[in-house]
């Protein structure tokens, strides 16, 4: 076959061929619907999938510089061995904890203010917005001595969550974090 023979066959070819009927344009098109339907239903949870994801790991890093900022403040707190009883002022959504650094005129301060939870210590204050509660209990030893807190914060629209946070030093005993 020459060149000639196979340009004189396409044009043959293209002049007898006229292209799709309208059926074959319609299956065609809901063929192509109903595979496509399936992708994009995966597609679509999988978006969905990943924004859960997305707001999971905001929301579990912002717990995570809560606790840093908690244990911190709270280790803060050292009790010198000659007090043997502190009064610790409670209220309802605030706490007011002496001893910051072992002298009885600095205080740790935190509670809820505005929807926002406020750690106040003499180094400054740090706020958590979207806080709308905290419980306060106090962590006892087997001498009854209260050692550190325990703070359940109740944040807006989510579950509560607990920290349980030593204070740094109780008389002669030094606490560290584990």
Do not use: H
Not at 21 to 31: F, G, N, P, S, Y
Not at 85 to 110: C, D, F, H, Q, S
Not at 121 to 142: A, I, M, N
Not at 163 to 170: D, N, R, S, T
């Amino acid at each position: 076959m020459n060149f000639l023979n196979i340009k004189n066959t396409l044009k043959n070819t293209l002049k007898n061929n006229s292209g799709f009927t309208l059926i074959e344009t319609l299956v065609a098109i809901a063929l192509i619907s109903l595979i496509s339907l399936p992708v994009f239903m995966v597609t679509s949870d999988i978006v969905t999938f990943t924004k859960k994801i997305k707001d999971l790991n905001r929301r579990n890093g912002e717990l995570i510089k809560l606790e840093r900022v908690l244990r911190k403040s709270v280790r803060g707190v050292q009790i010198p061995f000659w007090i043997s009883n502190i009064e610790l002022t409670e209220g309802t959504n605030a706490i007011r904890i002496p001893y910051w650094n072992g002298e009885a005129g600095l205080v740790l301060k935190m509670g809820i203010e505005d929807k926002t939870f406020k750690i106040t210590t003499p180094e400054g204050t740090r706020g958590f917005k979207g806080y709308d509660g905290v419980e306060f209990d106090f962590l006892k030893d087997s001498k009854l001595r209260t050692i550190g807190l325990s703070i359940n914060v109740k944040k807006i629209k989510r579950e509560d969550v607990e920290f349980q946070c030593a204070f740094g030093a109780i008389g002669r005993d030094v606490f560290s974090e584990k």
